[in-house]
């Protein structure tokens, strides 16, 4: 079974380490300033000649409240008037990224995420799509995946209706506890019901998924109450769901300093909520897809994974990774053939580039053909738990014992210790293993030491 999981405590204590999550190697820890405006349009260029399809990224950054978890980027504001100006800095980077892409690349994939894209109103929602069917090619016969993040306190059911009729057909809900305690002590209060109705609304108007995103290790969670959300949340059957760790980092994400370290569950109930709700989830029909992500087993990510063709890029796990993606808004992050690229994380910096009629690419880097070949190791392990050596020799013309013979005796400890299967030609993830796929990897990210693992969240 692809979604097989075995639960080893004393696995996991060992190999519980910080490390990336991987939705791009080389990591966005490694971006540097060297990379602007015009090696993106290079890169365009590039992609138009080669007539690759497109995926779009639109980032929205305002929020109404503030979640005290939250690690986005993001502006916290109730002045819903912020968002024309950054509206029409957002047309401006449409239009002249567009003028280096071919109207024959389709988009095939289509995300907006945030902050709270429903922070604008449906005018504004409405004029945004329009200008991205007026300068890119959106497919009108709904075959594409257009996604966007939706907090159910911030919409409705005309709003969905809206959404439905622009043309997007997946949600992803934020819900993380639906506890209301949980609720308070991270200042996001959020009923049942109102993530119920807009999860029916979804189904109503034929959205083909939904996906939930919950959180474990947040202030004032217990195994017990936590195990309440994930039934609830089950009950609800989507599509898709994500079991995300929360990362408590106040020293490099302000609003975490108003949560109390104190409020904060035990190790030992962080593995026991991680524990349960595996094992609800299994009971309940999803597939363990890996990286906290579930999926039932009719969902594309899941039919993806057992044929394998599913890939991984910034948007997560994905059936598009074959497409360039395009990053647009503040801080949005595009990744196009080699080159990975970011718009600028400041939205003032960023609307005064666009105001200039600049773009407000600022960071960046070129992958290599090391960059690559680990690349295609790291994305080959995390999406599918098997590696044939013979693919990678072929495809990038080097003898891969030779190449990795310095980690051999680290491959070695983990097939010793039951996380991987290891031979001559290849390596397979136990199950064991496969909540701990991320230690695996960083074997293979030569960029990683600790002062870089400093930046991220632990594994489990």
């Not at 949980?182 to 209060?189: E, S």
């Not at 959020?190 to 995103?213: C, G, K, M, P, Y």
């Not at 597939?287 to 087993?297: Q, W």
Request: aromatic share 8%; glycine share 6%; net charge negative.
């Amino acid at each position: 079974m692809l979604d097989t999981i075995q639960w080893d405590a004393a696995l996991i204590r060992r190999y519980d380490l910080a490390g990336p999550r991987y939705t791009s190697y080389p990591t966005a820890v490694q971006f540097h300033d060297d990379i602007g405006p015009f090696d993106l349009l290079h890169a365009l260029r590039d992609s138009r000649k080669a007539q690759r399809p497109l995926s779009l990224y639109v980032h929205i950054p305002f929020c109404a409240h503030i979640c005290y978890y939250c690690a986005c980027n993001k502006v916290i504001t109730k002045d819903r008037g912020r968002a024309l100006p950054y509206l029409e800095k957002l047309e401006r980077e449409i239009e002249i990224v567009s003028r280096y892409v071919d109207k024959s690349q389709p988009i095939e994939q289509l995300h907006f995420g945030g902050g709270t894209p429903t922070f604008l109103n449906h005018d504004e929602l409405r004029r945004l799509m329009q200008h991205l069917r007026q300068h890119f090619n959106l497919l009108d016969d709904d075959s594409g995946d257009y996604s966007i993040e939706i907090d159910p306190r911030e919409a409705d059911w005309s709003t969905m209706g809206l959404l439905r009729e622009l043309g997007f057909n997946r949600v992803s809900l934020g819900v993380q506890d639906l506890d209301p305690e949980v609720q308070r002590a991270v200042n996001r209060l959020q009923t049942l019901e109102e993530t119920r109705a807009i999860i029916e609304a979804a189904r109503t108007l034929q959205f083909r998924s939904v996906n939930i995103d919950l959180i474990y290790g947040l202030p004032k969670q217990t195994p017990e109450r936590f195990a309440r959300t994930v039934a609830e949340v089950i009950a609800l059957q989507p599509d898709r769901l994500s079991l995300f760790n929360y990362a408590h980092m106040p020293e490099r994400f302000m609003p975490q300093r108003r949560i109390s370290a104190d409020d904060l569950p035990s190790p030992a109930d962080k593995l026991a909520m991680l524990q349960s709700s595996i094992e609800q989830l299994t009971r309940a029909g999803y597939r363990y897809i890996g990286m906290d992500h579930f999926a039932l087993p009719d969902d594309e990510l899941a039919i993806a994974q057992e044929e394998g063709t599913l890939q991984r890029n910034f948007q997560g796990y994905t059936t598009h990774g074959h497409c360039d993606l395009i990053g647009l808004g503040v801080s949005a992050i595009s990744q196009i053939g080699d080159l990975y690229s970011q718009n600028d994380s400041d939205i003032a910096s960023y609307q005064q580039s666009l105001g200039n009629g600049q773009l407000a690419t600022r960071r960046g880097l070129h992958c290599n053909a090391d960059d690559r070949l680990r690349r295609a190791v790291i994305q080959q392990l995390i999406c599918h738990f098997e590696l044939r050596f013979a693919d990678i020799e072929q495809a990038h013309g080097v003898v891969f014992r030779d190449y990795f013979a310095a980690l051999w005796p680290e491959l070695e400890q983990l097939a010793r210790d039951g996380l991987i299967s290891l031979d001559e030609q290849s390596i397979e993830v136990r199950p064991a293993g496969r909540l701990l796929v991320r230690s695996l990897c960083m074997l293979f990210d030569r960029y990683l030491n600790d002062q870089v693992r400093q930046r991220f969240s632990r594994v489990i």
